[in-house]
């Protein structure tokens, strides 16, 4: 396979090259955006697990200059213009400060995270950790979001997924699972979007003592209203000219052998973003016979390269010892 | 509604239930056989049922789980309920966990498995299955840890639940695993001395870096100890006992971060005074510096070497690295690092002890049994290996040179006859190596020597030196005879007598002076030789006479099977039917020829001459009971079925390619292959895909000999090596994909499956215990596979993927299967999903062809005419569809048209006016307009079951957007109406099956659930029936096998369905 084949492949892979993102992730926040207007009237953002940068680079080119976008890793990344950088880990409390105090000690009206574990493969295992990445992520955000403000994160949807819809709906108006089109299908991740932070009475935030371990989710204010299968009424994303079917009351009850009523689950509305005329992150496309200039289409190289794998010393190492590794078995 | 509840639901669930809202309502813990005797009093469900629904409240404290029934899904007999309609019956998951069990009174020891929720007893000695057992609900069990004072007492632990029982209570049904939740996950537990009570405790190391103690009397976790605040990927603990220099029992943790840092810290067990923890101050060791990713394992040295203590680790860097961490002791606490012992790429360090016994990607777990040096080892792919590591240690190769040989066999001074000091001193070196029996090898050398070998006395023996062996040597042995054959450079052929040393020679063919080009040995007493003119000769060896008198010796003259024109036949290899009197000889470009012996046209003529493996050499031939079994340098390995002549014609029933230079086989029902792989020459066993041995001895192009089981001689360096190959290691369980298993489909009880590790598996469902007994594995596939089909007379398979590639296979049974026929693929595209038609052959007999409709990645469609006659494909339509990937297309019930579904949700019909009648155009017809196009779902279409109804055509599907959808299609006036069900499953719903009367949906939240779908004048309504849980992770698909339902993704579910109602 040629140099081109992962544009051919990879479309996404192709456009943030060309249109100078630092990875493809770039899109999903674009899309996110689109379909949830994220970044109406914000103009403080906060940006965790940022690095290599591409959501802060959707930031700094959608807010309006005015705005404060502070982003934050615990790997080193590459200054961008309009964004505060700062080098630092997302669970550990001497954070906060630092933080609020780029934030201007205002509270912040958006904070995003597009972060995930390297992954092990066991997916039970992966889903945990991620999810607990995610709870790191809403800890902090908890300490600097204004009432009202927004929260997305990328989330494994995996067996366990509703237990942190529940705790996410816990804190938020409105949650929402969103899918965007650049997020490729054979993969376990979407994203939530939660809207409306409105921790109830009382609630304390506090990296010292962080919600989900130790420490209790809160009790919503919000009423029960749970119809069948326990779920509340909300808007659902139905396509033009389909029908919700009706979900009549089960006569024998639907619980089946395994009733797990260890921890609350709901499942959350899902919204697939971004317009079906834009590119599907699954299909193989042509190339472009030119570029935007009228010359003739080449590949172009990464506007960076991606964040060093942490195999990249013993992928050499291999290539050294020559070989490309173990036979197929 | 709390009647219905009542009078469906089981009244074990019932307790649970109840059980269950006990521990809600508290919020606290409560001893939980009080729970559990107050939950069979008669109180009252209703309040309970409320409370059940609030949905928002989320306790993540202190929880502890209980179930105080059997885990009901598993091997529950069918009078359980009647209302129930799906039971779990069996389940093929990776193996996450191993522990030996041993015990100094019984000789034999026992493996503990963790698969899934379920454990199973191994009897390691005859790998038999003692009895399996669901110890958590729906955690998968991670590790087991058996206690080191008590060993009937065992500690299960994975994901945020542990479970504390012994061997013996395992077997017996009335105890109840018992499940602890903890509130964060676990990555290690252990058994400590109980500071208050003779029995043991438990404590934990969970995700967060917190050590918590399990207090029995209160039935609560307690902090013990928290070390640094970090996030964990992976821990291990080590209990130490108190001892002069430390007065307190202490748990020595060793900490894996996600990001890269070890973390070696310990806390002392304090006898905690009632109702108070026994929080102690952790004291830290070392933080180990080096490592350039997430720690994916640690592991503390469970003995000290001498005075020294090791602690091993690896990354998602792909090191591993030992560190000398002996000195924790007294160190006082060093903040930064200490010196790595050694740093490793797997193979660097395992000093050439490299086992494969799994395929895929990832061993999970291992456990050791140093008494009797055992390793065993638990796969992604659900096989368990056990390695007999100790014996590897101690059987070192052998090797000699020829001085040091001659030397033995008192014959040092090789050129003291001919003292001509002019001539280069000549020396001697092996040339030509023959197996005689389990203890004894013969060589020849380029000097015309002929030696042999005795593994059991380490001696040399010569039986001789020809001058026709001289530069010039061809060497063979029937196996156990104790008899050789040479062929030397002036055509002559002799046997030899090694124990007699009584030799026979003669002329190979009358007036022929050349070389013997090649010696080929069917059943002792008849061989066949060979320059590129051949001679079969036959004899008889009469052993009543002291010393053996050979008899009846013939010579029968062969014509070459090619014909003018063709390659030269260089014979490889031979067999000799005993039934049939066939000879069948294989050449070094693949092709076979066959002889009728009893033909009594001299010189003896082919039957048959016909190409079987292309372009290498068949190196083994095997008689079957019907056809036989032949091997190539290709890499193949075939069976074929021979018709009864005159007309012979060969048929391949069986191929496979396991990677690797086939040089010989044995055993039909347990086939054993040998050759070289890379520098290695390898056994394996094909039905269970493992690596017997393998030895290192340079590469294929050598001389060499193997005695399967016993030993391997080849020539390296001038030298003669031997190394052992004595079976060291053995699969205990049989298992199936190593990667996610993509797709499945079914004809009659036979299943065969497709998944990432690029493999297709043939299986049977075994009706009676559900269980998948393993058959055929082809690995042709370059990439993924992702679709499968077969037709319906079930003789071809259609398996398609990664690269575009799409294979046609012919499937005779379970474990036979033979590549047909391959279409055209492009490597940038992927096939996720086809359907196909059968045509009737000439005549209405048979399927004469098959018609295929494929989608793929780029949006195409193509219709391919695959003819089962020439296994080729022809292009007959092609168009496009979008730009999207296509996801799945199905003939229509009524064979009018397709239906196309894609990632964009669309649900879309193109009409086909015949499709039954491929003809050979000279261009592709163009896809003809879409009749309908109905969008369903928001984005992909992950799943779709076509079924044909009362009013049209019903397509249920399963979507990306977690939706459930119904579809009613009225083909006719080009109508489509959808109804949704929104949120059915917290994920993507990846499965969509018709059950009876009942829709199954499952998705990635591995959530099963059963639909009632019924159909009124306002539309479609839906009820969920049952939910159940699944233990396979990133299900992909599901098929119907009978009356059970085949899961699969990580692993493979089955359940046995019932439309109950």
Known sequence: ?329 | MTGQMNAVLPPHALAKQRAGVGRMTSGKLEDPVQTRVSSEKNSSIAVEKEILRVPRYTELSCTVGLYPCRAPSDELSPSFSPKVRCLHISNLSPVTALAFQTAQDIPSSKLLVGEGPFVKVLDVATSKSILKRRIFSRERIHGITPSSSDQRNVLFWGGRSVCIATVTSLSREECVPREIRVPDWVFYAVFVPSTTSASDEVVVITAHNVLLKYDNSSASWHELASGERCMLYSAHLLYVAADALNPQNRVLVAAGTVFGEILLWSAAIIPSSPGICGLTNPKTHYRLLGHEGSIFGVNISPKFHGDKCYLASCSDDRTIRIWDISQFESSPSIPDGIEIKKTGFGHELAQGATYRLHSGKHIWSFALDFERGLLATGGADGKIGLVHYRDDQESREEAWGMDSVLTQIGNSREESDEPNHRVKKAHDVFKEYAALDNDRFAATTTLGRVLTYTLSQKRWDILGQWAGLNGWSILATWGDSGLIVLGDQYGQVGVLDTVSKQEWWWRSMAGENGKVAGVFLGRVGTGALSPTIFSLHSFKMDHSKSPSVLIDRETLPLQSPARAGETKFLVTSLAIGQQTNHLFLGSRTGALGIYDLSSTVRPLCALSHTLVHPTDAITTILPLKSGILTTSRNGEYSHLSISPPPSIRLTKTHTQKPSLVIEGAKGLDNLTLWGFRGKNFTIINQPSQHEVHSVDCGGAHRSWAHRLNKYFVWTKAGKAHLAHTYPRRKLLQSGLHGREIKSIATHGDLIATGAEDTLLHLSTLSPSSGQLCPGAVVGTHTTGIHALQFTPSGQYLFSAGGAGELLAWRVRSANEIALGGTCEGWSDLRVEGFDLLPIEGEGGGGEGGVLLAIGYSDSTIRFYHFSTNTGTFNLVMKGAYKTCCILHIKFLPSNDGILVAGTDGYLSIYPLSDPLSPTSLPLPLPLPPKSIEKRVHQSSIKALKVAAGANGIYVYTGGDDCAFGVTRIDTKNGVAESWIVPRAHASAVTAVLCVGRHILTAGVDQQVKLWKVNEGEEGITVEMRERHESAVADISAAEIVGAKVVIVGVGVDVWETSDGL
């Open chain 1, 1 to 329: 396979m040629g140099k081109s084949s992962k544009d051919k492949r990879d479309s996404y892979y192709r456009l943030a090259k060309e249109q100078g993102w630092r990875a493809r992730s770039a899109f999903k926040l674009l899309q996110l955006n689109s379909q949830f207007n994220l970044f109406a009237d914000a103009t403080r953002v906060v940006d965790l697990c940022a690095a290599p940068g591409s959501w802060s680079q959707v930031l700094s080119r959608t807010l309006p200059p005015t705005s404060t976008i502070v982003s934050l890793d615990l790997q080193p990344m590459t200054p961008l213009p309009g964004v505060i950088t700062l080098q630092a880990d997302i669970t550990h409390p001497s954070t906060l400060p630092l933080l609020l105090q780029h934030l201007g000690n205002e509270p912040a009206d958006l904070v995003v995270s597009d972060g995930a574990p390297d992954v092990t493969g066991l997916h039970d295992l992966d889903e945990y950790i991620q999810s607990q990445l995610l709870l790191a992520a809403l800890n902090l955000a908890t300490c600097v979001l204004k009432p009202g403000g927004g929260f997305v994160a990328k989330i494994f949807r995996g067996r366990d997924v509703a237990v942190v819809f529940a705790q996410l709906r816990c804190l938020f108006d409105r949650v929402t699972c969103a899918k965007p089109r650049s997020s490729r299908g054979s993969s376990i991740e979407a994203f939530v979007v939660c809207e409306g932070y409105s921790p109830p009475t009382g609630f304390k935030p506090s990296l010292e003592a962080p919600l989900g371990l130790g420490t209790k989710f809160p009790e919503s204010g919000r009423g029960v209203s749970a119809g069948p299968n326990g779920r509340d009424k909300e808007e659902e994303h139905l396509v033009d000219g389909v029908r919700e079917a009706e979900l009549r009351e089960t006569e024998g009850g639907e619980d089946g052998d395994h009733d797990d009523a260890q921890e609350a689950r709901y499942i959350v509305p899902f919204i697939a973003c971004g317009d079906l005329s834009e590119f599907d992150s699954d299909a193989t496309y042509a190339l472009p016979e030119v570029d935007e200039f009228g010359q003739k289409w080449k590949s172009k190289d990464p506007i960076q390269p991606p964040t060093a794998p942490p195999y990249k010393t013993a992928l050499e190492m291999r290539r050294q010892l020559g070989g490309g590794g173990p036979p197929k078995s």
